[in-house]
């Protein structure tokens, strides 16, 4: 199962697409344009995103080099015009495949399968266990009992935080320090929001289980057991 980002602004296309790489077992974020994009890799690493050529904002070459100067990534062009010009454009780009509209699900969801299966080592670094945690710390990505996570930025940053010291209290202020350093509007209650999310997502995989430990007045801690 990969996490993919699909940037199409036709409905109906995108439509037909989410489902189809739903049923292949991917999970796959759809955004209309560029902007919306741009937000997207803000929180979540994808594996592979596959760009509409002609957005209403910015062209899918343009917004190709954008989301690559942040992080190495695979990508598979989706294109109204077939025109030779714009194949060799792509591929001067670096796209790692090109598609043609009108495109079938069956061929889409094949070639998806090929580039991933031919890129893993640039989308993701080594993991790190830690009891039932898998941490790559360069692809920012945590795995539960061999369940990847879906986390935002800031879920990702305090989980990340606690599983390099396990067991260790951490105390609000100092998790603010780590994971929210950067961030203007941040309260008193941000910790405690976003442990209780991490929690609800741990128990989503393992029901039952709460390895994040709250210690009354003073802050977690992370059991592996
Ligand atoms: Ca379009």
Redesign the pocket.
Known sequence: MASLLLV???IAIAETVVYALQADGHTVRHCLDGQQARAAVVDTAFDLAIL?V??PDISGFALCGELRRRAPLPVIFLT?QAAESERVLGFDLGADDYIAKPFSLRELVARVRVVLRRAPDTVSGEATRSGAFEHDAEGRRIRYHGHALDLTRYEYGLLAALLARPGAVLSRMQLMERVWGDALDSGDRTVDTHVKTVRGKLRAVAPGSDPLRTHRGIGYSLDLD
């Open positions: 199409e602004d036709e509409d002609g957005l109204a």
